[in-house]
């Protein structure tokens, strides 16, 4: 970006419309080269000569605004004639519209800001710079209204009106930076699959899957009449459309005609939805096929790929990847739909490494966590949402502070990229030290305000927060993270014996505070006395993080794994476990011997299970286990999301397990691994295979009769063990094998 390019906005006569900042210009000579490098406080299209620049939406994406926001380049020599026009219309998108569940701030179009260079090279070797400044023309456009919690109006009818020229906008802005997260791109297109009249009356448009984005129509009506639509993910359970989960989002969209043919879409805003519900139509005849639903996110991608004898399964599969794709729109989020579309950390943390299994996430956890590192505090804090919006997320709490230390950790051992790394290390020990210094004990994180075991079921019915103590849960990952960073920083070849030290002390903490005769208890000096839940040790979660963070004696082993499993048993064979105890529970069980149990969990089917939802129609991941009960009732109004992507994270146990695929600490990028499918009879078979940096690794193992086959296939320049029951380890190098067993 030229730096003699000036920050550009118009008045507040353009209300709530969104302003199209134009420039003309002729070029005289023959053009070799022209690029433009464009940004906005806002988000923008841009345009040459009528036509969409570029495959960006939303650009410029979401930083965290007080430190920086990104500039897009685009190669634009071919769309240059002599006589040219630039538009770059804008939204207020993150930078300027309202945002997080506050819903601040309330600004029209005029808080709006634009910056551009279009630079040139002519075929004698002279250049120019075309810059914005106050040459620049402002008028209105079709965009009548965005926002990304409450909808767009596209009015194809309304006159285009110019409003004069454009200001310079001197107030202090975030620093500028060359792009470094993905294009935010419209990707599959999805046609409806039945139009629905609901007992109500309503005209319902079924979708058929639960996505994100918006609906584009083609339609020929007169001039001003209008096509207004409802977005919902769910119907109720008389069939009738259902909005009350949105809470505060309007998601409405309306498109007015132009009384020619027309064809509208979304530029500044996205919606969850599966249904649209026709609120006005010009016809009494809806032509369905006029209509088809965009799905957008970041442009990652896809690496891995899975099936298996069980079509349930197969249905969880897709509603985790559909679950990934409604919330990697440049930044993680927990959720598409209602006024939140945060970056809640702890969603992230917990999916990070399904993530990488699913796409090429490297690029995009990169740009987040870049975010990540310019907020956190002076004393090492994290926040719950990364950008931080004020007065939302701003709890500091563990398994959400912990993603400073897993993301990173994760991302690396998928793409082996120590400069990202390296970036990132500052950040991770500086939150290993935010739980250290907290409060009065040295080596355990207690007494502070956490989610908790966010919506475990063993606090009772309707309870936000499960009944593990959440001392216990700060604890227990204070060790984990400090293990991390002795990992990360042996990777980087540092000096680690201060975490090395540090990883000692809290796990010896952990063990005299939290453990006694080998399994979990109270501790009860800070919230097992004052919350007004009940509060537990003796639950799933403890335990899981137990096995899996390594902070039991190898002769605690199986008392503990023996209490998992009687913990299942007690709650009628299915899980209790949150946010926080869920993507271990399966681990915690298969890497101790019951990998039996981890089947038995998987193909659970009563609530709370994972094919409970996908046996009430799911195509998604839903917030809660029970998002939607047996009766058909909704778990609730104001925390009841239908495309929450977090308990997705068990595909990383079918991949890493089921399948058994697994990156070694020393193998990042998959250049060592370890293969230890654990098979099951009653799946039949599974398959899958992921494209890594270093070339695609695919497993499969079927059953035939009572023996296994399993077929294998090793990129070049890795190196797997393989583990299989029964036969002494193998390494294996490049090359495809057939083991039956
Ligand atoms: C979000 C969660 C998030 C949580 C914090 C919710 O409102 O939707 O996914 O992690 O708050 O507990």
């Not at 023959?30 to 495959?55: E, R």
């Not at 994100?212 to 009738?240: P, T």
């Not at 499960?466 to 990952?477: K, N, P, V, Y």
């Not at 453990?515 to 800070?526: E, Q, R």
Request: proline letters at 3%.
């Amino acid at each position: 970006m030229n730096s003699n390019a000036k920050w550009i906005k118009c008045g507040s006569e353009i209300g709530e419309i969104s302003p199209d900042f134009r420039k003309c210009f002729s070029t005289g000579k023959k053009v070799v080269s022209a690029k433009a490098y464009v940004s906005a406080i806002g988000v923008y299209d841009l345009f040459i000569n009528q036509k969409k620049v570029g495959k960006g939406y939303m650009e410029p994406g979401w930083t965290s605004m007080e430190h920086r926001v990104q500039y897009q380049t685009y190669d634009i020599t071919d769309m240059l004639d002599e006589y040219n026009e630039i538009s770059i219309i804008a939204g207020k998108g993150w930078g300027c519209g309202e945002i997080g569940y506050i819903r601040l701030p309330h600004n029209d179009c005029s808080a709006i800001s634009v910056i551009a260079s279009i630079e040139l090279t002519y075929d004698d070797g002279t250049g120019e710079s075309i810059l914005t400044d106050d040459s620049w023309e402002v008028y209105t456009s079709e965009i009548a209204f965005s926002e990304i919690y409450d909808g767009e109006t596209v009015d194809k009818s309304a006159p285009v009106v110019r409003l004069g020229r454009a200001y310079i906008d001197n107030t202090a802005k975030p620093e500028l930076i060359d792009q470094v997260g993905e294009f935010i791109t419209e990707r599959e297109r999805v046609l409806p699959s039945e139009l629905i009249i609901t007992p109500k009356g309503e005209r319902v448009i079924d979708f058929g899957q639960n996505m994100v984005g918006y609906v584009e129509l083609s339609i020929k009506a007169s001039k001003g009449d209008r096509i207004v639509m409802s977005h919902a993910e769910v119907l109720d359970k008389d069939g009738n459309f259902y909005t009350d989960n949105l809470r505060g989002a309007k998601n409405l969209v309306t498109y007015i005609c132009s009384g020619g043919e027309d064809t509208f879409r979304l530029r500044f805003s996205f919606r969850g939805f599966r249904y649209i519900r026709l609120d006005e139509y010009p016809f009494d005849e809806v032509d369905i096929d006029g209509f088809v639903a965009v799905a957008v996110y970041s442009d990652i991608k896809r690496t891995g790929r899975f099936v298996c004898g069980n079509d349930k399964l197969n249905r969880l599969y897709s509603n985790i990847i559909w679950g990934q794709r409604s919330n990697f729109l440049d930044i993680p989020t927990d959720c598409p739909q209602r006024d939140e579309r945060m970056g809640w950390t702890g969603d992230a943390e917990v999916f990070c490494r399904t993530a990488a299994i699913n796409y090429d996430v490297e690029k995009f956890f990169r740009k987040w966590l870049g975010d990540m590192a310019l907020e956190q505090g002076e004393n090492g804090l994290i926040w719950g949402v990364v950008p931080l919006i004020r007065d939302c997320g701003e709890r500091i709490s563990a398994a959400w502070g912990d993603a400073a230390v897993i993301c990173p950790w994760e991302i690396y051992k998928a793409y082996g990229n120590l400069e990202m790394l390296r970036e990132n290390y500052p950040m991770m020990k500086k939150w290993v030290e935010y739980m250290h210094s907290f409060g009065e004990e040295e080596f355990l994180w207690a007494g502070a305000y956490h989610y908790g075991d966010w919506l475990g079921m063993d606090a009772g019915y309707g309870i936000y927060m499960g009944a593990t103590q959440t001392d216990l849960i700060a604890t227990a990952f204070f060790a984990y993270s400090t293990s991390l960073v002795v990992k990360a920083g042996k990777a980087l070849g540092e000096d680690t014996s201060y975490f090395e030290e540090l990883y000692k002390n809290v796990r010896k903490a952990f063990r005299e505070t939290f453990m006694k005769d080998g399994l979990p208890i109270i501790y009860p000096k800070y919230d097992a006395l004052s919350t007004d839940r009940p509060v537990k040790a003796d639950t799933q979660t403890a335990i899981s993080l137990i096995l899996r963070f390594g902070l039991f004696e190898e002769n605690e082993r199986e008392g503990l794994v023996g209490r998992l499993v009687e913990l299942i048993k007690e709650y009628d064979g299915c899980m209790t476990t949150g946010f926080v105890g869920t993507p271990h529970i399966l681990h915690a069980l298969s890497d101790n011997g019951r990998a039996d149990v981890a089947y038995d969990l998987l193909l659970q089917e009563k609530n709370p299970s994972w094919l409970f939802s996908v046996n009430h129609g799911a195509t998604t991941i839903w917030e809660h286990w029970d998002s939607i009960n047996d009766e058909g009732e909704m778990w609730d109004v104001e925390m009841n999301s239908f495309n929450h992507y977090a308990y997705g994270s068990v595909f990383d146990w079918m991949f890493g397990d089921m399948l058994g695929i697994k990156i070694c600490d020393d193998g990042a990028a998959y250049t060592k691994i370890e293969i230890e499918p654990l098979t099951d009879k009653r799946i039949g078979f599974a398959e899958g295979a992921i494209d890594s940096r270093n070339g695609e690794i695919a497993v499969s193992w079927r059953y035939v009769g009572e023996k296994v086959r399993y077929d294998i296939t090793i990129p070049e320049n890795t190196e797997a063990t393989l583990k299989i029951k029964g036969l002494a380890p193998k390494t294996l190098k490049g090359g495809s094998y057939t083991i039956v067993k």
